[in-house]
């Protein structure tokens, strides 16, 4: 039986390969159902398990401030938390919904939400269009999580930076990340745009 992970924090294992993860660099209602985008990426912790959050990379995904409700948009009412649950329960696998339904059960819920708002499918903006991502990223495979994890090391090492600074360090990763995501994306036939995650969201 597959065990929940659940608590008040997301293990650092988890965090640093959801950091690497090219999923969490945009909001995950990107082009979804009119959706607007504003404010910066935060990451949402969807769904509960006996009464704690659920501290999976599946179940917490990546919104900006307006579809989060949070800082300049808090109390706006601007959060539909059906949507959020829809986009996790599609990145969850079989074994995963099994685990938590317990008082009721996630895989009918999933059913029932596609239903309403059809499959989860994960968009991006690509020369100022919505795209489909055809990739997966609910699964960063080892050699593209190892391959991110020393891009993220050779510049710690050669510029002296701390594992606090996230914020210095992405943008020093951006182009070596973007080259990565723009091969992940060659079967769509078209290039990457270069903007970092903060411009991607207002280009909405």
Request: aromatic share 8%.
């Amino acid at each position: 039986m597959t065990q929940v992970k659940t608590g008040p924090a997301i293990n650092l294992k988890d965090r640093e390969w959801m950091e690497l993860n090219p999923f969490y660099q945009t909001c995950a209602l990107y082009g979804q159902h009119d959706h607007i985008c504003g404010g910066k990426i935060t990451w949402e912790h969807t769904l509960t398990f006996g009464g704690k959050k659920i501290q999976e990379p599946w179940a917490i995904i990546p919104l900006c401030e307006k579809g989060h409700a949070v800082n300049s948009y808090q109390d706006a009412g601007t959060m539909n938390k059906e949507m959020n649950v829809w986009v996790a329960l599609n990145r969850a696998n079989e074994e995963q919904l099994g685990a938590i339904s317990k008082a009721e059960s996630y895989h009918q819920k999933k059913i029932y939400l596609n239903s309403i708002y059809g499959e989860y499918v994960h968009k991006v903006p690509v020369n100022g269009q919505i795209t489909e991502v055809k990739k997966n990223w609910v699964l960063l495979d080892d050699q593209h999580y190892e391959m991110l994890k020393a891009i993220k090391q050779k510049y710690r090492v050669n510029l002296g930076i701390s594992t606090s600074q996230q914020q210095i360090l992405q943008g020093l990763i951006k182009e070596e990340y973007e080259n990565f995501l723009e091969k992940e994306l060659e079967n769509l036939g078209a290039k990457v745009m270069q903007p970092s995650v903060d411009k991607a969201v207002e280009k909405v």
